[in-house]
Each structure stands twice: as structure tokens, then as C-alpha cells.
């Protein structure tokens, strides 16, 4: 079974600040990670993903993450957050032998204070 | 950006009532999954469809639950008798493949309450 753990279900930064959200997975299988953003109003959208490939993945509006094994995680960075980056964000797994579903988190709400 | 879209946005039904959720899949999508999310959980893999079948589900998708592509457009999740516990945010996705790397284009989401 997979799942992933995100830690703190908001987050608030700074206008320019380090953007860092949480993401820690389990899998008992080489895992397929992503990022999802959810602006409001809108649906899902794929922010990035790791498919082992690179451990570091740059993906969409300045985000990147990387895939850590020894530490099971996969956080997500933007080094300065802007204001449109506020949105609920998803971190997601799953396996790399077919199995289709993903797994979701529970989300990270980031605000961006001006 | 190609867009997968869903109908109502809002859906307010009362318990024990039978609601049936649209979506638009993108037009050279093959796959097509249905997601939910209950306020404050996680968002939850319901079912995934390919060539007219079922191709997997969740614990979740009990015999009240129902999928269709009544048409080349359309794929619908029909909830056939509703519970207060099916009040959630119904997201339905997309795909060209299978391929679980592959990206998943997500609708807006529909938010089902149940009185």
C-alpha cells in the first residue's frame, strides 16, 4: 500500500520568501511522486513529477522538488514566492508497474502574505 | 491548454435521491478516472474506465455507484441512492494512456451536498 503525509495544512509565507511544502511518501515500490496545484475554481493541475528519472525536478511557475529516498520524501521549493502562487497544494503517489490510481495527501493551503 | 469539464459545478440533492455527475474528458482521451474528496480528507481514487469497462475501483464504489460514456463525449458517475457521506467535491480526469508516470488532466470538480 502507498500513501503520502503532508505536513502543516497551511502555510503562509512572505511575498519573496522560500516556499517549502511538505511531502513524505511510504511505498513498498519504486514510487511515481507528484505536485498538483488546485487555484480556486479550478481544477487539479500538474505541477511536476518524478518518474526516476532525475531526483531533481523543476516543474511549472518556478517550482521544483526533489525526490530524497534515504529521507521518503519529495518536497516541494519555490525560492520566492509571488502572490499568484496562493493555492491548495497535492502531493501525490504511485507506483511505476502500472497501477494506475493515485494516492493523494491531505493538501497544503499556502497563503502569501503581502 | 485542452480541458476536461464538468457539470454542475453545485449539486444540492436530497438523501436517497439518485444524482448523476457530467464531465467532458479531453477529445483524445482513452482513459477516464473519478475522484472525490470530502471536505478536510484526502482526495480519494474512486474508479478508472477504458474501453467501456471498469478497469479498476476502490473499496468506495459500491454497487451505488455506476459509470457510463453514454455517448463519445460524455462520462458520467450516476450515485443511484445518495447518503449524507457521499457529500464531497467529485473530480473526474483524464489521460491518453495508462501509463501511471503519464499526466492526469483533472476537471474543476463537482461539490455534491447531500441534506
Known amino acids: 500500500a502507498q500513501s503520502v503525509t503532508q505536513l502543516g495544512s497551511h502555510v503562509s509565507v512572505s511575498e519573496g520568501a522560500l516556499v517549502l511544502l511538505r511531502c513524505n511518501y511510504s511505498s513498498s515500490v519504486p514510487p511515481y511522486l507528484f505536485w498538483y496545484v488546485q487555484y480556486p475554481n479550478q481544477g487539479l493541475q500538474l505541477l511536476l513529477k518524478y518518474t526516476s528519472a532525475a531526483t531533481l525536478v523543476k516543474g511549472i511557475n518556478g517550482f521544483e522538488a526533489e525526490f530524497k529516498k534515504s529521507e521518503t520524501s519529495f518536497h516541494l521549493t519555490k525560492p520566492s514566492a509571488h502572490m499568484s502562487d496562493a493555492a491548495e497544494y497535492f502531493c501525490a503517489v504511485s507506483d511505476n508497474f502500472g497501477n494506475e490510481k493515485l494516492t493523494f495527501g491531505t493538501g497544503t493551503r499556502l497563503t502569501i502574505i503581502p | 491548454e485542452p480541458e476536461v469539464t464538468q457539470t454542475p459545478s453545485h449539486q444540492v440533492t436530497q438523501m436517497g435521491q439518485e444524482v448523476i455527475l457530467r464531465c467532458v474528458p479531453i477529445?483524445?482521451?482513452?482513459?477516464f478516472y473519478w475522484y472525490r474528496q470530502i471536505l478536510g480528507q484526502k482526495v480519494e481514487f474512486l474508479v478508472s474506465f477504458y474501453n467501456n469497462e471498469i478497469s479498476e475501483k476502490s473499496e468506495i464504489f459500491d454497487d451505488q455507484f455506476s459509470v457510463e460514456r453514454p455517448d463519445g463525449s460524455n462520462f458520467t458517475l450516476k450515485i443511484r441512492s445518495t447518503k449524507l457521506e457521499d457529500s464531497a467535491m467529485y473530480f473526474c480526469?483524464?489521460?491518453?494512456?495508462?501509463?501511471?508516470?503519464?499526466?492526469?488532466?483533472f476537471g474543476s470538480g463537482t461539490q455534491l451536498s447531500v441534506l
Open positions: 480526469a483524464s489521460r491518453v494512456t495508462r501509463g501511471s508516470g503519464e499526466k492526469l488532466f
Open positions: 477529445s483524445n482521451h482513452l482513459y
